[in-house]
């Protein structure tokens, strides 16, 4: 069976991270799907998904920091001549990163760690709302 639902996350940009984690759970309560796996993909190219230890020293700022080493703000970026905007480091970030996070779902709930949320990342310069789809294969 496959079940396909979208979930709608605002958020403020700027390397915003939010947990997803409960609505993502929720969609496989939804679903009626006890094992299989869960596919959740941004649609989109400056957000990514992944997992983090949800705490504010990692949120806040050392994933953060780290896109700012590997991809920075500042630095002149191609695609910004393209278009005339400002998120060339955008892209970047969200290429690296990746859009989506596949999560193996045992007795109707995520396989993950203790202190593991799945997070999306919001790397565009300013706030969007973001739709993610969590699409379930399984029975
Ligand atoms: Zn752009």
Redesign the pocket.
């Known amino acids: 069976m496959v079940k396909t639902e979208k979930i709608e996350v605002k958020t403020k940009g700027n390397c915003n991270i939010v947990d997803i984690t409960e609505r993502v759970s929720n969609t496989i309560a939804d679903s009626g799907i006890s094992n299989g796996t869960i596919t959740v993909f941004n649609v989109g190219s ?1 957000a990514g998904i992944t997992t983090t230890e949800y705490e504010p020293g990692l949120i806040n700022h050392d994933i953060g920091a780290a896109f700012e080493k590997v991809a920075p703000r500042a630095s002149r970026y191609e ?2 001549e393209t ?1 005339h ?1 400002d ?2 480091h ?2 970047v970030r969200a290429a690296l990163l990746g859009p989506s996070l596949s999560v193996p779902v045992v007795d109707g709930r995520l396989v993950l760690g203790t202190w593991q949320q799945i997070v999306l990342v919001d790397f565009d310069t300013r706030p969007r709302t973001r739709t993610v789809v969590c699409q379930i294969v399984g029975e």
């Open positions: 400056t695609h910004e278009w905007d998120n060339g955008s892209h």
